[in-house]
Nanobody
Framework: QVRLVESGGGLVQAGGSLRLSCVAS????????MYWYRQAPEKQRELVAT???????DYADSVKGRFTISRDNAKNTVYLQMNRLKPEDTAVYYC?????????WGLGIQVTVSS
Protein backbone atom coordinates (compact mmCIF):
# COMPACT_ATOMS: atom_id res chain seq x y z
CA GLN A 1 0.00 0.00 0.00
CA VAL A 2 1.45 3.34 -1.09
CA ARG A 3 1.51 5.99 1.62
CA LEU A 4 2.60 9.60 1.15
CA VAL A 5 3.20 11.87 4.14
CA GLU A 6 3.80 15.59 3.74
CA SER A 7 5.57 17.82 6.24
CA GLY A 8 7.10 21.28 6.48
CA GLY A 9 4.06 23.48 6.05
CA GLY A 10 3.06 26.35 8.29
CA LEU A 11 2.64 30.09 8.51
CA VAL A 12 5.16 32.43 6.91
CA GLN A 13 5.27 36.10 6.01
CA ALA A 14 5.23 37.21 2.41
CA GLY A 15 8.71 37.04 0.94
CA GLY A 16 9.69 34.17 3.19
CA SER A 17 10.54 30.55 2.43
CA LEU A 18 9.35 27.08 3.32
CA ARG A 19 10.47 23.63 2.31
CA LEU A 20 7.90 20.89 2.01
CA SER A 21 8.86 17.24 2.20
CA CYS A 22 6.94 14.17 1.19
CA VAL A 23 8.05 10.71 2.24
CA ALA A 24 6.74 7.76 0.27
CA SER A 25 6.40 4.25 1.62
CA UNK A 26 5.18 1.07 0.02
CA UNK A 27 5.97 2.33 -3.45
CA UNK A 28 8.57 1.98 -6.13
CA UNK A 29 9.58 5.56 -5.57
CA UNK A 30 12.67 5.60 -7.73
CA UNK A 31 10.68 4.89 -10.91
CA UNK A 32 7.70 7.09 -10.10
CA UNK A 33 6.90 10.54 -11.36
CA MET A 34 6.20 12.77 -8.38
CA TYR A 35 4.01 15.84 -8.19
CA TRP A 36 3.11 18.69 -5.91
CA TYR A 37 -0.41 20.07 -6.20
CA ARG A 38 -2.17 22.74 -4.21
CA GLN A 39 -5.74 23.73 -3.50
CA ALA A 40 -6.77 27.12 -2.21
CA PRO A 41 -10.16 27.69 -0.58
CA GLU A 42 -13.00 27.56 -3.10
CA LYS A 43 -10.59 26.86 -5.95
CA GLN A 44 -9.77 23.77 -7.95
CA ARG A 45 -6.70 21.74 -7.19
CA GLU A 46 -3.84 22.85 -9.41
CA LEU A 47 -0.57 21.29 -10.43
CA VAL A 48 2.41 23.15 -9.00
CA ALA A 49 5.46 21.08 -9.92
CA THR A 50 6.47 17.76 -11.44
CA UNK A 51 9.65 15.72 -11.32
CA UNK A 52 10.24 12.60 -13.37
CA UNK A 53 12.22 9.61 -12.26
CA UNK A 54 15.12 10.97 -14.27
CA UNK A 55 14.99 14.29 -12.45
CA UNK A 56 13.38 16.41 -15.16
CA UNK A 57 11.20 19.07 -13.56
CA ASP A 58 8.39 21.32 -14.68
CA TYR A 59 6.48 24.10 -12.99
CA ALA A 60 3.28 26.07 -13.14
CA ASP A 61 3.87 29.54 -14.54
CA SER A 62 2.76 31.07 -11.25
CA VAL A 63 5.68 29.52 -9.34
CA LYS A 64 8.46 29.42 -11.93
CA GLY A 65 11.63 31.00 -10.61
CA ARG A 66 10.39 30.79 -7.01
CA PHE A 67 9.76 27.10 -6.34
CA THR A 68 12.11 24.16 -6.85
CA ILE A 69 11.12 20.51 -6.81
CA SER A 70 13.73 17.87 -6.08
CA ARG A 71 13.92 14.26 -5.04
CA ASP A 72 16.15 11.96 -3.03
CA ASN A 73 15.56 8.41 -4.17
CA ALA A 74 17.68 7.00 -1.34
CA LYS A 75 15.25 8.56 1.14
CA ASN A 76 12.06 8.02 -0.90
CA THR A 77 11.46 11.73 -0.48
CA VAL A 78 10.39 14.55 -2.75
CA TYR A 79 10.84 18.18 -1.75
CA LEU A 80 9.36 21.50 -2.71
CA GLN A 81 11.51 24.50 -1.87
CA MET A 82 9.31 27.58 -1.91
CA ASN A 83 10.98 30.98 -1.94
CA ARG A 84 9.63 34.52 -2.21
CA LEU A 85 6.26 33.31 -1.06
CA LYS A 86 3.19 35.37 -1.79
CA PRO A 87 -0.22 35.48 -0.09
CA GLU A 88 -1.69 33.85 -3.20
CA ASP A 89 0.47 30.78 -2.51
CA THR A 90 -1.73 30.07 0.51
CA ALA A 91 -3.26 26.63 0.01
CA VAL A 92 -3.23 23.04 1.10
CA TYR A 93 -0.31 21.37 -0.67
CA TYR A 94 -0.55 17.75 -1.73
CA CYS A 95 2.12 15.30 -2.72
CA UNK A 96 1.15 12.84 -5.43
CA UNK A 97 2.75 9.85 -7.06
CA UNK A 98 2.02 8.31 -10.43
CA UNK A 99 3.14 4.71 -10.62
CA UNK A 100 2.19 2.31 -13.38
CA UNK A 101 -0.92 4.29 -14.21
CA UNK A 102 -2.10 4.55 -10.61
CA UNK A 103 -2.35 7.87 -8.83
CA UNK A 104 -1.69 8.19 -5.11
CA TRP A 105 -2.19 11.19 -2.83
CA GLY A 106 -0.98 12.40 0.52
CA LEU A 107 -3.38 13.97 3.01
CA GLY A 108 -2.05 17.45 2.33
CA ILE A 109 -0.42 20.13 4.43
CA GLN A 110 -1.42 23.72 4.99
CA VAL A 111 0.77 26.60 3.83
CA THR A 112 -0.36 30.07 4.84
CA VAL A 113 1.41 33.20 3.65
CA SER A 114 0.54 36.39 5.48
CA SER A 115 0.78 39.80 3.84
Amino acid sequence: QVRLVESGGGLVQAGGSLRLSCVASGSMFSISTMYWYRQAPEKQRELVATITRGGTSDYADSVKGRFTISRDNAKNTVYLQMNRLKPEDTAVYYCSELLMGNRYWGLGIQVTVSS
